[in-house]
């Protein structure tokens, strides 16, 4: 009896730190995705993070590898100073949430807009589950108000 709890106690500290470990794994392809494709603003990077079968639940950004590097090359071509900074990364079993602050100057054309030199601040809370070391599936709430204000589409609130 005595080495069946031993051998079920080894069981669940291995288990757990196996969890515990993909967690910050997890948390780890998260910020390299950030660093490679934000800081190093390399757009073709993003393939080294996504599934092939990537589903997008955000209807304005293309679930293909592609079309989100070509998003994410109009960007930094239209915001020469784009930035992201991870203000709080979580992770639980398969998934990843963090809440990042983007900021930026529109330089240049950007979704058909000439340049307009506003200066853009917004945050995300985006949502990430990874399977076999990947991106698999993503979903974001978009702080948009300071967007529409910054591309001119609606005027500041009134304070």
């Known amino acids: 009896m005595r080495h069946a709890v031993l051998a079920i106690l080894a069981l669940l500290v291995s288990a757990t730190s ?10 780890q392809l998260y910020r ?5 494709v934000w800081v190093k603003r390399q757009p073709a990077a993003i393939e080294k993070y996504l599934a092939p079968n990537f589903i997008e639940h955000n209807k304005n950004i293309s679930s293909s590898i592609e079309g989100r ?6 960007l930094l071509a239209g915001f020469s100073d ?16 963090a809440r990042v602050e983007w900021t930026g100057t529109q330089d240049g054309p950007f979704l058909g807009r000439p340049a307009t030199g506003n200066k853009l601040r917004f945050s995300t809370a985006d949502f990430f589950r990874v399977e076999n070391g990947k991106f ?24």
């Open 18 to 27: 196996s969890w515990a470990a993909d967690v910050e794994a997890n948390k």
């Open 82 to 97: 784009y930035r992201a900074e991870i203000q709080i990364i979580v992770a639980e079993g398969d998934m990843v949430v």
């Open 136 to 159: 698999v599936e993503h979903w974001d709430v978009v702080d948009s108000l300071p967007r529409a204000v910054a591309f001119g589409l609606v005027p500041p609130p009134a304070r």
């Open 32 to 36: 390299n995705l950030m660093e490679d």
């Open 69 to 74: 590097k070509q998003f994410v090359a109009a």
